[in-house]
């Protein structure tokens, strides 16, 4: 694919194994995040697969002003630190202000852009200059090729590792829709290319005062996905999605998740082995 990033102690891209980031949507509470990250540690450790764990601290772009965000940056830190102390995983999670980067990277390995904010300059910045590597999520307004401002402007500011990740496009109204041209497009910018299985299926807005999406969806567009190549992989995932308070219609039950891993993991190899 288009190079390789270092996350802590891990390496995503070229020759690499696949990188696995996932996690809830947004962080509820201690106990919750850390049975989650429990889980996907177990599943780590059966499978060759390299593992971040991302929760949000604030989802800063809620469809309703009235939705839960999350438990703020201070305790949603907390949370995300003592994961990465019991688990020993790297940890990511996305700002959404310049001035969030700097005290989330003395938790996290890697910052997260979120797909709205993916063409703001000092967000970008601000995330490079921490030294951490940064996971930029293509806007769902922008074509695949004018990633490489993004790339160009986090490079400048002194940052090599980058991560570029692919979510959908809009298609009209409420809907998303993947051209898996963009995997092979940004990864020709010279970074490693994650996909996101699970954003990918939303639909915005889809429920009134909140998004939708279709979960069934994800197995055959992750499978898809890993067919053309892809360095990682992005899921969200929650024990019982419908009861979670956000993006419960597109994340996949935690009992699921394993399953889709091995099915990623082996359209990968079968693809990689016969190149």
Known sequence: MGGTAKINNLTCGDGQSLLVVAGPCVIENLDLTLSIAESLHEMASRLPIQLVFKGSFDKANRTSGSAFRG????????VLEEVARRFDVPVTTDIHES???????????????????????????????????????KGQFMAPWDMKHVVAKLKEAGNPNIMLTERGTFFGYGRLVNDLRALLEMSSLGVPVIYDATHSV??????????????????????????????GLFFETHPDPDKSPSDGPN?????????????VFAVREAVSSNQ
């Open 251 to 263: 994340m996949v039950p935690l009992t699921e998740a394993e399953k889709l891993l091995r099915q």
């Open 71 to 78: 438990l703020g940056i201070d305790e949603g830190l907390r």
């Open 202 to 231: 939303q639909e915005p807005g889809g429920l009134g005062g909140a998004t939708g999406g279709n979960r069934a969806m994800v197995p055959p567009m992750a499978r898809a996905a890993a067919a053309v190549g892809i360095d």
């Open 99 to 137: 001035h969030q980067a700097a005290k989330v990277a003395e938790v996290c390995d890697l910052l997260q852009i979120p797909a709205f904010l993916a063409r703001q300059t000092d967000l970008l910045l601000a995330a490079a200059s921490t030294g951490k590597a940064v996971n930029v999520k």
